[in-house]
Structure formats: structure tokens, C-alpha cells
């Protein structure tokens, strides 16, 4: 009876361990992105150094492969964008609009758009993601290129 115990112990500690182990040797691709990132501009030159924006933006992605964008203005804060977003590989995630106040004239929501992306850290451990893409315009027409600084909102590191 001990000896079957102890078997059957040992069989399910081996077996914990082995999953365990798988999945710290296969992270979920969108555990990098989870947490909530505040929107920093480019400077004019181009460098990832911070400046203050006029309105604070926050992006929230979440474990279950949502993301919501908020924007915080002097009248109060409103939800800019949501949807779900899955990384394909280590340069490109699919960001799919589910709603969307940011362009009134011309209808994000509904589609998926291909986000390039790059993971970036000062020299103060700051953590910080550069996204870019292009958005279509009304019947596919017109593009805008976009690129833009997010750091990671933990403790700004001075």
C-alpha cells in the first residue's frame, strides 16, 4: 500500500514537472505584450527618448487577448479603441479592431491590421515597445503610415 502510494506520488510529481517545464520552454507568444503601456511621442529626430504627450494614452493588453486603449484628457477619459490582439512571430502581431473613436470619418473597427513591433530598453531599465503599420482608408484608397513609442508602466526609472 506505501510502496503503491509512493508510486503514484512520484508518477504525479514527474508528470507536474514535465508540464511545468514544457511551458516555461513555450511562454504563451502575448505574455511579452501584457500590462499596461502609456503612450510616449517621438521627438522630432526620431529617438526613443521620452517626452510628454499633450493627452495621456494607455493601452491595457490583457492575458485573454484583449487589448483597450484609453485616452485620459482635461474633461475626463474615454475607451479609444478596443479589440484582440495574437503575435504571429518575434516582428509582426495581428491587431483586430473592435471599436474604435479615433478616426470618425473613416471606419477602423471590424478589421485586422498587421502591427510591426520591436522591444526596446534604456539605459535605466525603462521598457519600451515600438509599434508601426498603415491604415487603409475609405475603400481601401487611401494609406496612413503610423509609428509610435510605448513604455511599459511599471516605476519610471529616473
Same mark, same amino acid.
Given at each position: 500500500?506505501?510502496?503503491?502510494?509512493?508510486?503514484?506520488?512520484?508518477?504525479?510529481?514527474?508528470?507536474?514537472?514535465?508540464?511545468? @517545464?514544457?511551458?516555461?520552454?513555450?511562454? =504563451? %507568444?502575448?505574455?511579452?505584450?501584457? &500590462?499596461?503601456?502609456?503612450? +510616449? /511621442? #517621438?521627438?522630432?529626430?526620431?529617438?526613443?527618448?521620452?517626452?510628454?504627450?499633450?493627452?495621456?494614452?494607455?493601452?491595457?493588453?490583457?492575458?485573454?487577448?484583449?487589448?483597450?486603449?484609453?485616452?485620459?484628457?482635461?474633461?475626463?477619459?474615454?475607451?479609444?479603441?478596443?479589440?484582440?490582439?495574437?503575435?504571429?512571430?518575434?516582428?509582426?502581431?495581428?491587431? @483586430?479592431?473592435?471599436?474604435?473613436?479615433? =478616426? %470618425?470619418?473613416?471606419?477602423?473597427? &471590424?478589421?485586422?491590421?498587421? +502591427? /510591426? #513591433?520591436?522591444?526596446?530598453?534604456?539605459?535605466?531599465?525603462?521598457?519600451?515597445?515600438?509599434?508601426?503599420?498603415?491604415?487603409?482608408?475609405?475603400?481601401?484608397?487611401?494609406?496612413?503610415?503610423?509609428?509610435?513609442?510605448?513604455?511599459?508602466?511599471?516605476?519610471?526609472?529616473?
Amino acid at each position: 500500500m506505501t510502496r503503491k502510494l509512493l508510486q503514484c506520488t512520484l508518477t504525479t510529481l514527474v508528470f507536474f514537472f514535465a508540464v511545468n @517545464i514544457a511551458n516555461a520552454q513555450n511562454p =504563451n %507568444k502575448n505574455d511579452q505584450f501584457i &500590462g499596461t503601456w502609456e503612450f +510616449v /511621442k #517621438y521627438p522630432p529626430n526620431d529617438t526613443a527618448k521620452r517626452t510628454t504627450p499633450f493627452f495621456t494614452t494607455l493601452k491595457f493588453f490583457s492575458t485573454d487577448s484583449s487589448c483597450t486603449q484609453v485616452r485620459v484628457t482635461e474633461k475626463g477619459a474615454y475607451v479609444q479603441q478596443k479589440g484582440k490582439f495574437s503575435v504571429i512571430d518575434h516582428e509582426y502581431f495581428n491587431d @483586430i479592431l473592435l471599436s474604435s473613436t479615433t =478616426n %470618425k470619418e473613416v471606419k477602423l473597427e &471590424g478589421k485586422t491590421y498587421k +502591427v /510591426k #513591433y520591436e522591444f526596446k530598453a534604456d539605459d535605466r531599465g525603462n521598457k519600451y515597445v515600438i509599434l508601426q503599420g498603415v491604415l487603409e482608408g475609405q475603400n481601401g484608397l487611401e494609406r496612413y503610415s503610423w509609428k509610435e513609442l510605448w513604455r511599459k508602466v511599471e516605476v519610471i526609472k529616473q
